[in-house]
């Protein structure tokens, strides 16, 4: 259901890029979602009718235009046309290290590409990946390491599932 989504396009007549700017209304083709931190970013994929969510890959830290750079190779090679980027809220408002870093990369992002980039609620989403390993049964052993790409997968999936509940409206 269409619900009076728009395209706004600008022109910066300094550079005389036209970027696309809030493009969310595209229902169709991958999502790529990203749960940057300082050391890792967690690299999740949606399959192109946007139902189930993948993880993908976990960068390592470089730079901010390396590391997007890397997202933006993923991103041509899965033929993405929505970024999501996880952002952790926090609960009193305040700005946190991790809020800003994660705005830094959506306006890198924004910067180099024309696909959309989104901020997301990221908040627990390491949490749930716990919980999700202890609920699946996997072993206390088996349960450390790298939970970025497994992370990025819990955003994307909180971003599908909205936007299931939202057309069902």
Same mark, same amino acid.
Request: charged share 25%.
């Given at each position: 259901?269409?619900?009076?989504?728009?395209?706004?396009?600008?022109?910066?007549?300094?550079?005389?890029?036209?970027?696309?700017?809030?493009?969310?209304?595209?229902?169709?083709?991958?999502?790529?979602?990203?749960?940057?931190?300082?050391?890792?970013?967690?690299?999740?994929?949606?399959?192109?009718?946007?139902? +189930? &969510?993948?993880? !993908?890959?976990? @960068? %390592?830290?470089?730079?901010? *235009?390396?590391?997007?750079?890397?997202?933006?190779?993923?991103?041509?090679?899965?033929?993405?046309?929505?970024?999501?980027?996880?952002?952790?809220?926090?609960?009193?408002?305040?700005?946190?290290?991790?809020?800003?870093?994660?705005?830094? +990369? &959506?306006?890198? !992002?924004?910067? @180099? %590409?024309?696909?959309?980039? *989104?901020?997301?609620?990221?908040?627990?989403?390491?949490?749930?990946?716990?919980?999700?390993?202890?609920?699946?049964?996997?072993?206390?052993?088996?349960?450390?390491?790298?939970?970025?790409?497994?992370?990025?997968?819990?955003?994307?999936?909180?971003?599908?599932?909205?936007?299931?509940?939202?057309?069902?409206?």
């Amino acid at each position: 259901k269409n619900t009076g989504r728009f395209v706004v396009l600008w022109v910066s007549y300094t550079t005389m890029n036209v970027k696309l700017k809030d493009a969310q209304n595209d229902d169709t083709g991958r999502v790529l979602a990203i749960d940057p931190g300082a050391k890792r970013i967690g690299i999740a994929i949606s399959d192109p009718s946007r139902s +189930v &969510a993948f993880p !993908l890959a976990v @960068l %390592t830290h470089k730079s901010l *235009l390396e590391d997007c750079q890397g997202i933006l190779d993923l991103c041509q090679t899965n033929q993405v046309t929505l970024i999501l980027v996880g952002i952790a809220l926090s609960e009193d408002g305040v700005e946190n290290p991790a809020m800003r870093h994660a705005q830094k +990369v &959506a306006d890198k !992002l924004r910067e @180099l %590409t024309i696909i959309p980039v *989104l901020l997301w609620d990221e908040s627990g989403s390491t949490r749930q990946v716990k919980l999700d390993s202890l609920a699946a049964g996997v072993k206390r052993k088996d349960r450390h390491g790298h939970l970025d790409k497994n992370a990025a997968a819990v955003i994307l999936r909180s971003y599908l599932e909205r936007d299931v509940h939202e057309d069902t409206n």
